[in-house]
């Protein structure tokens, strides 16, 4: 198909009363094309879960529109699509049923395969992952941190879906075996050219994976661009200051000034004027306390949503010291 495979257009999610909600995304637009990665990156309660969770329609928006394959999410011509990997492989595998039936179940609830195809499909994913046939036989209880997260992405894959969310699908795993999941996952979508929303708070995992980046911060996307663009030209202050508390990423041409804010961020109860950063930000002034800054383009499909974008760094860095000394 042309044009997007997965698509949030103003997706606004609200949790909560109406008298008192908590507001988890404000209206973000994203879109993902077939076989790329978009990485999206945010402090916890920036959004970026609630994000994942709608593009697999697991929650609905509260307002705007989320399709696949330029369908609504949620139809029944939609199921199968998407499928996801989740961060805590110990509690999205069901320990009382076996991996076999765990890794085939996407394929039980969208295909009328024969029960004996459908075995073999899962037994064909579990070694593609790594994992020998034997284990189909196990429960989740029997295999390590790892192997389990292995299970999860052969239960996504199982179906052969066009795209997989992976929703900090690496953070609760130890170093080495992290990498080896990472390598995995684009192993896997190098063979199947499959499309993926990759989540993290850790910015260094994501540029690895990625092909383009979007910031999240309280519920909104405050940059977006080419993993490369990101990394070597961040345009808002947030961005900048995330890249410079990244050590890996502090290389070459790539040393910056560290930045680190000061406060933290606002309540998602809270619905202030202005840039939805201004109460960190070194560079806010009277303008950003009271006019939001639209998400705009800075050329080659760069954006960021900040008046004085792209940041002086020199200046910001300045303006962050004296920030602390007062």
Not at 32 to 47: D, H, M, Q
Not at 57 to 69: H, N, W
Not at 272 to 293: I, K, L, N, Q, T
Request: charged fraction near 20%; proline fraction near 6%.
């Amino acid at each position: 198909m042309t044009g997007p495979v997965l698509e949030l257009r103003d997706v606004t999610k609200r949790f909560g009363s109406r008298r008192r909600p908590i507001w988890a995304l404000a209206g973000i637009s994203l879109h993902l094309n077939a076989a790329e990665t978009l990485g999206i990156v945010g402090e916890s309660g920036s959004g970026k879960s609630t994000a994942a969770r709608i593009a697999v329609g697991l929650e609905s928006p509260t307002a705007g529109c989320a399709t696949v394959m330029g369908r609504p999410i949620g139809e029944s011509s939609g199921k199968g699509l998407v499928q996801m990997v989740f961060q805590d492989p110990s509690s999205s595998l069901n320990p009382l049923m076996r991996i076999q039936q765990i890794v085939r179940e996407p394929l039980d609830a969208i295909s009328g395969e024969p029960e004996g195809s459908r075995n073999a499909r899962a037994r064909a994913s579990l070694e593609e992952v790594g994992l020998g046939g034997h284990t189909g036989g196990q429960f989740p209880g029997a295999l390590s941190g790892g192997q389990k997260q292995r299970v999860s992405i052969a239960r996504a894959l199982s179906s052969l879906p066009p795209i997989i969310v992976c929703d900090e699908a690496v953070t609760a795993l130890d170093v080495s075996i992290r990498a080896q999941i990472l390598n995995l996952l684009r192993r896997v979508q190098d063979k199947h050219g499959t499309a993926c929303l990759f989540i993290s708070h850790d910015l260094s995992t994501v540029a690895y994976m990625s092909n383009r980046i979007a910031i999240m911060y309280r519920g909104k996307i405050v940059e977006t661009g080419a993993t490369r663009q990101i990394l070597e030209t961040p345009a808002h202050p947030y961005t900048y200051a995330l890249l410079s508390a990244v050590p890996q990423l502090q290389q070459g041409r790539h040393v910056r000034p560290r930045i680190r804010l000061s406060g933290d961020p606002p309540s998602a109860m809270e619905q202030s004027s202005g840039c939805v950063f201004h109460s960190r930000c070194p560079m806010a002034d009277d303008r950003c306390r009271a006019e939001e800054p639209a998400l705009h383009s800075l050329g080659e499909g760069h954006t960021a949503a900040c008046h004085y974008a792209p940041v002086d760094a020199s200046r910001m860095a300045a303006l962050a010291t004296a920030r602390r000394a007062a």
